[in-house]
């Protein structure tokens, strides 16, 4: 066959190809050319997935009636002046509506607020039907019928009418929580309406869109972010990390207001949370990046959801740096799900527990019941062994039996006043009014050997100390591991790493930090680095992997997380083993300075595995359970 222009159809249809994958992607589209033109109110109609109907109505600009054609001609768009580098709309490639029409049935009407009437132009899969006169109000109604039936290869593909047409849901959602001042509707037969009233461009008007989209159960449970570095803005919540997810779809991202789904951002989330979270939980995030539009580049994909940022180093830096120093300054703070949960056990007539809550999966009441009841008591393993935890000192499980946790004059202050019994299982006396001011309160008793009830002015806690105890000794192991240089050992013959040169080069870079954390390392030729030295606590360890590892890590990020997050890992590790098993019990003072010493640890809040290691029962709540109230 001899080489041919295609026809302009084909060549839309191509684009299409990439462009519009399936229904949500069209209202993508649709709504973001509303956003683009002021809307303050979009209105979103689906019919049969989308695949029937889609209608986008909004009340912004309009197209004037003699650019409606050029409007669905290819590579024409109002966006874009001369420079590809300042990109300020969600749009710009010019193709999404003629590639729309060139595989379903478009229809555009649209009215200026200079214009006497409105127009609309129709284009059937790639034939384009005369301008005529048409009603509407200022905006732009934006219909398409029988998506794909012009490329029916493309229609298999669909899923069915549920699946695509929660895909829109969550394309409507995704963009709505950047423009809370604009007023969302999604209805159609084929789903329940979602309606999302206009708040404002406030820090609190978008925490106010952020609840609509995903419930108030996030706001409550997330801490607020803001930071500022060479020029890059950071806002927005993320979740405590108490409350998690199985998966990473919870987690929206924003640059300069477009959603977008970045494997940088992504993974600067997984980096901040590593401490604070098992690996197959998911922080839920909600990220704002603004910048100057000149360092990032939209123009990598069609579908525009992807970019590129000019310092990737900065960008990850400041979401991981932002997000540790919130979650370092929320202090402690367990879920408040973890006690609506309670609540609801508590509740007459409640049937067995099971929290479906996002933390914790399914777990009975009644099997929860039984693992806290566990280990019986051995009197030969309690109250003997003290509580060596903190001030960067390691005491854990080890011999050292030195009170460093706590130095006796603060422990003055704790002071409970005298105890009702040796027994910390019973009662403690009256606590001292300075121990009820404190955020986690009084010690008053422990029960089932893994307990510690304590009393706040205003409420009820509950703590579970073998899970707060691991969560301190990890993060006392932290500290000694990133305060000092960490112990390396050196290899009995240098092992030589073969890598491509741009890796050998990147590794030889960051050798300084890499020194830090044991690794030592040196350029050997173009291709290859010689590892000298090896972080003594990986002990047998695979190099070559993990120079390579660390490799990659470098390319993607331009940091070198890699080592660090195998480190922390061993730290837990460590601590798990370390730490005070349930089952042990615990004097007054010793329940007292456990308290205090959680209240004094970032992080405290929940345990190595993101579970609470306390949970906190409002006075009123308590009144309310037993109908006082
Ligand atoms: P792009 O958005 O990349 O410019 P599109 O094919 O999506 O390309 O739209 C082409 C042009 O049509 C836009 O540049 C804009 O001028 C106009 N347009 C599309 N939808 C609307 C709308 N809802 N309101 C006002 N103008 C619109
Ligand atoms: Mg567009």
């Excluded at 890796?503 to 890499?514: G, N």
Aim: one cysteine or more; aromatic letters at 4%.
């Amino acid at each position: 066959m001899p080489i041919r222009q295609l026809s302009e159809t084909m060549i839309n249809q191509i684009a299409a190809g990439e462009v519009i994958e399936r229904p949500a992607s069209v209202v993508k589209e649709l709504v973001e050319n509303a956003l683009d033109a002021g809307a303050s109110r979009v209105e979103i109609v689906t019919a049969g997935g989308g695949l029937n109907l889609i209608r986008v109505t909004d009340d912004g600009s309009g197209i004037p009636e003699q650019e409606l054609a050029l409007a669905i001609a290819r590579h024409c768009t109002s966006k874009l002046s001369n420079d590809i580098h300042d990109i300020r709309s969600l749009g710009f490639r010019g193709e999404a509506l003629p590639s729309i029409g060139s595989v379903a049935r478009l229809s555009i009407r649209s009215r200026t607020a200079s214009g006497d009437s409105a127009a609309e132009i129709s284009i059937d899969g790639g034939r384009v039907l005369p301008v005529k006169p048409a009603a509407a109000n200022r905006g732009t109604t934006v219909e398409v019928r029988d998506l794909f039936f012009a490329t029916p290869a493309r229609l298999k593909f669909m899923k069915g009418e549920r699946a695509e047409s929660s895909a829109t849901s969550d394309v409507v959602k995704r963009i709505a929580i950047a423009f809370p001042a604009v007023r969302f509707t999604l209805a159609g037969s084929d789903r329940s309406t979602l309606e999302l009233a206009a708040t404002d461009d406030t820090a609190e008007g978008r925490l106010g869109r952020v609840a609509q989209v995903m419930g108030k159960d996030f706001p409550n449970n997330a801490i607020a972010i803001d930071a500022m570095r060479d020029g890059v803005h950071l806002a927005g919540h993320v979740s405590i990390p108490s409350y998690t997810r199985a998966n990473a779809l919870q987690q929206y991202a924003y640059v300069n207001g477009r959603p977008v789904r970045d494997k940088l951002i992504a993974g600067a989330i997984r980096g901040a949370f590593a401490d604070v979270l098992p690996r197959d939980r998911h922080a839920v995030t909600v990220l704002f990046l603004s910048l100057d539009p000149s360092t990032v580049d939209v123009n990598v994909h069609p579908a525009k959801a992807d970019v590129r940022f000019r310092d990737p180093g900065l960008v990850r830096g400041l979401i991981v740096g932002a997000i540790r120093e919130a979650l370092a300054g929320a202090g402690i703070r367990a879920a408040t799900t973890g006690a609506a949960g309670m609540m609801a056990a508590f509740r007459p007539g409640a049937t067995p527990y099971s929290h479906p809550g996002p933390t914790g999966g399914h777990r009975s009441y009644e099997a929860a019941y039984h693992a806290s009841d566990s280990g019986s008591f051995d009197p030969l393993r309690s109250g003997q062994r003290p509580l060596d935890i903190g001030n960067g000192e390691m005491g854990y499980g080890g011999a050292r039996h030195q009170r460093n946790g706590f130095a006796e004059n603060d422990q003055a202050a704790f002071d409970t006043g005298p105890l009702a019994s040796a027994d910390a299982r019973a009662g403690v006396a009256e606590p001292a009014e300075a121990l009820l001011g404190m955020v986690l309160g009084a010690a008053r008793a422990q029960v089932h050997e893994n307990y510690i009830v304590a009393q706040t002015r205003d409420s009820l806690v509950i703590v579970d100390q073998h899970a707060a105890h691991e969560r301190l000794v990890y993060e006392a192991l932290k500290n000694a591991l990133h305060s000092r240089a960490v112990p390396s050992q050196m290899l009995l013959l240098p092992e030589i790493v073969d890598l491509p040169e741009e890796d050998a080069e990147r590794l030889a870079m960051h050798s300084d930090t890499l020194a830090k954390f044991g690794l030592g390392l040196e350029r050997f030729g173009p291709g290859a680095v010689a590892v000298r030295e090896t972080p003594s606590m990986l002990g047998e360890t695979n190099v070559q992997q993990l120079v390579r590892d660390l490799a990659d890590e470098i390319a993607d990020n331009d940091t070198v997380e890699t080592l660090k997050e195998r480190l922390d890992k061993i730290a837990a590790t460590m601590a798990c083993h370390g730490s005070v098993r349930s089952g042990r019990l615990l004097k007054a003072e010793e329940m007292n300075a456990l308290l205090r010493q959680m209240e004094a640890t970032p992080g405290s809040g929940t345990c190595n595995h993101g579970r609470p290691t306390y949970i906190e029962l409002k006075l009123a709540d308590i009144e309310r359970l037993f109908g006082r109230r």
